[in-house]
């Protein structure tokens, strides 16, 4: 089998998918999530005609040439409506939030005022200067009316989207069900995190970045712990993957004696894809179906790992969740610095970028693209992507970019 280029893989990974199924969130655990179906507003917002300022209900007439004297009749406040109606010569002292009463229709700011006591020892208001501003009143509906289709499927649940879904009058949203992904790290090598290496041994540390792009992504993540390279730890490790939608495998998928990842899968009926793809970092690149879960198997190294699950891993649970795949798709940058020809596997470079100015980010290729580091790869805030064979490009031409933060 020759290697297959990046696009054919990607689409290989992603044939077929269909959104989760959606499930019930309370809205105040909803962060995150992705709507299953468009959301209705079940409310009209503001539901009543509303006062921005704090002043004096009344009736615009009555202020038509000023100064002038009103009647001050009672209050409204916000949670607290003024029951009555405004009458000419009247008003009502009125603070934000409140409702309008009915009868007036314009509201004069507090700072054009001052208020005062009748001959008769009543409450009374002297309008002083300037016209009502229109924007003082927030009409009924302003914002949203009831019926009105505000969120579509698909969108993620951010700050901006819980807190109109919540005014929209929504305490439960239906939300896709979390893609579940099992992460398997392999090798004799690896000890966990934290623990200090012994002779020959490194620490595992891709599971981690892995998982917390598989998350920051949507998913749940099951860490199913290190198997050691033989194939009776590799079968126990993955008897613990239950029922994931992903099954994804670090290391141990090459094709050197203890790569024994694939012969596993294979024994318990996976059926291959690929396994080799055109792709800098990244080469062994396995895919395959086993039952209903999708099986991808990473490159130990860590760099390598790191960008496959941002290339390949990240659209899939998109697409498990339903949301739009190109937005996972790269965005156009301008290099900052020439570009040598690229040779004939596609190349994720790691990279960083400014602020240019004709809107596209500048972007610069960090030092090192050596596959083993992880210090660059931290500094780097983009994989900056050059095709298979593409010419030398100059400082200034557009290329292709992946955020890495999202
Ligand atoms: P492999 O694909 O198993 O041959 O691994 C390639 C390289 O990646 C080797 O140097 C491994 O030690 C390293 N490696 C494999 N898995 C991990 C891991 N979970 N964390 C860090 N390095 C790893
Ligand atoms: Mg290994």
């Known amino acids: 089998m020759p290697p297959l280029s990046v696009d054919e893989a990607l689409a290989r990974i992603l044939d077929g998918v269909a959104p989760l ?66 009458a000419a010569g009247q008003a009502v002292r009125i603070f934000t939030g409140a409702p309008v009463p009915s009868g007036a229709d314009a509201i004069v700011i507090q700072e054009n005022t001052a208020p005062g006591t009748s001959a008769r020892g009543g409450p009374i208001v002297t309008v002083q200067e300037g016209i009502p501003d229109p924007g003082n009143i927030r009409r ?8 009105a289709v505000l ?13 109109l879904a919540a005014a929209m009058g929504h305490g439960e949203v239906r939300v896709r069900r979390r893609p579940r992904v099992a992460v398997l790290s392999t090798g004799d090598e690896l000890v966990a995190p934290g623990s200090r290496p012994g002779r020959g041994q490194i620490v595992s540390s891709n599971h981690l970045g892995v998982a917390a792009l598989a998350e920051l992504a949507g998913a749940q993540v099951q860490q199913l712990g290190i198997a050691r390279d033989t194939r009776e730890s590799l079968q126990a490790h993955l008897d613990k993957a239950g029922d994931a939608d992903v099954i994804v495998t670090i290391g141990g998928a090459s094709v050197g004696d203890h790569d024994l990842v694939g012969p596993v899968l294979a024994a318990r009926g996976m059926a291959l894809s690929f396994w080799k793809i055109a792709m800098r970092p990244g080469k062994p690149l396995m895919f395959g179906r086993l039952g209903s879960a999708r099986v991808l198997g990473l490159p130990g190294n860590p760099v390598s790992s790191l960008v496959c699950t941002r290339v390949f891993l990240v659209p899939l649970l998109r697409a498990l969740l339903g949301r739009p795949a190109r937005d996972a798709a790269p965005i156009a940058a301008r290099a900052a610095v ?3 020809a690229n040779g004939p596997r596609q190349h994720y470079m790691r990279a960083t970028t400014k602020p240019g100015s004709d809107g596209a980010p500048l972007v610069t290729p960090v030092r090192s693209q050596d596959s083993s580091l992880l210090a660059p790869l931290a500094q780097a805030d983009c994989l900056l992507v050059r095709p298979p064979g593409a010419p030398e490009a100059p400082a200034g031409s557009l290329v292709p970019i992946l955020p890495l933060d999202f």
């Open 338 to 340: 020439a570009l040598e």
């Open 21 to 86: 199924p959606g499930e019930a969130s309370a809205i105040e655990a909803a962060h995150g999530r992705i709507l299953a179906e468009p959301l209705a507003a079940r409310l009209t917002q503001p539901p009543f005609d509303a006062s921005a300022m704090d002043g004096y209900a009344v009736r615009a007439a009555d202020v038509v040439r000023l100064p002038a004297t009103l009647e001050v009749i009672g209050q409204a406040a916000a949670g607290h409506p003024f029951s009555g109606t405004v």
């Open 151 to 163: 969120l579509e499927a698909g969108r993620r649940l951010g700050p901006r989207e819980l807190s």
């Open 140 to 147: 009924r509906g302003f914002d949203f009316t009831e019926g």
